[in-house]
T-cell receptor, first 113, second 112 residues
Framework: AQSVTQLDSQVPVFEEAPVELRCNYS??????LFWYVQYPNQGLQLLLK??????LVESINGFEAEFNKSQTSFHLRKPSVHISDTAEYFCAVRDTGGFKTIFGAGTRLFVKA | NAGVTQTPKFQVLKTGQSMTLQCAQD?????MSWYRQDPGMGLRLIHY???????DQGEVPNGYNVSRSTTEDFPLRLLSAAPSQTSVYFC???????????FGQGTRLTVV
């Protein structure tokens, strides 16, 4: 069975500092990987995804994540965060031939002025 | 562009009552899912459907039923509500396995 582990439940960081949100997954087959963001009282929305090809994927608002197959990781990074990045971030995995998406427990990013 | 629409947004039930959470999508997506979100536990999959007439269980299916009579609709039924079902429920849909899921705004359910 697949599982996703987000290693930090909360990450406080100062504005303009770099941040890394860690995600490890377990699966016996090939996977697609996703990062979703949830702002307060809203549903989840896609931040970025890895399907195939280049292991480094980027979002339009400066986040990036790198797929590391040997370490089964998909960590999310941003070199300089803004107050508006304060949200909860979820890592998710889906088998390439499957239908179910499994989510991690989430990491709450809190950006301080 | 309605996307994924969930109703109601908020609901309070008494223990033992039944209700249906509605979910509709207008994107002609094949796949639809129901998740519950609880603090510190992320999103857990309740049931999912890969097309009209086809449903399957997720990680936490007990106490919930689903059906998929049309591509657009995927209602979630609570047969006899329990306090342990107090949660925020999200419906999601996606076009294919390689594409991202689109989420509704959620239904906050409290069972007293």
């Amino acid at each position: 069975a697949q599982s996703v582990t987000q290693l930090d439940s909360q990450v406080p960081v100062f504005e303009e500092a770099p941040v890394e949100l860690r995600c490890n997954y377990s699966s016996s087959v090939s996977v697609y990987l996703f990062w979703y963001v949830q702002y307060p009282n809203q549903g989840l929305q896609l931040l970025l995804k890895y399907l195939s090809g280049s292991t480094l994927v980027e979002s339009i608002n400066g986040f990036e994540a790198e797929f590391n197959k040997s370490q089964t990781s998909f960590h999310l990074r941003k070199p300089s965060v803004h107050i508006s990045d304060t949200a909860e971030y979820f890592c998710a995995v889906r088998d390439t031939g499957g239908f179910k998406t499994i989510f991690g427990a989430g990491t709450r990013l809190f950006v301080k002025a | 562009n309605a996307g994924v629409t969930q109703t109601p947004k908020f609901q309070v039930l008494k223990t033992g009552q039944s209700m249906t959470l509605q979910c509709a999508q207008d994107m002609n997506h094949e796949y639809m899912s129901w998740y519950r979100q609880d603090p510190g536990m992320g999103l857990r999959l309740i049931h999912y459907s890969v097309g009209a007439g086809i449903t399957d269980q997720g990680e936490v299916p007990n106490g919930y039923n689903v059906s998929r009579s049309t591509t657009e609709d995927f209602p979630l039924r609570l047969l006899s509500a329990a306090p342990s079902q107090t949660s925020v429920y999200f419906c999601a849909s996606s076009y294919r396995t390689a594409t991202e899921a689109f989420f509704g705004q959620g239904t906050r359910l409290t069972v007293v």
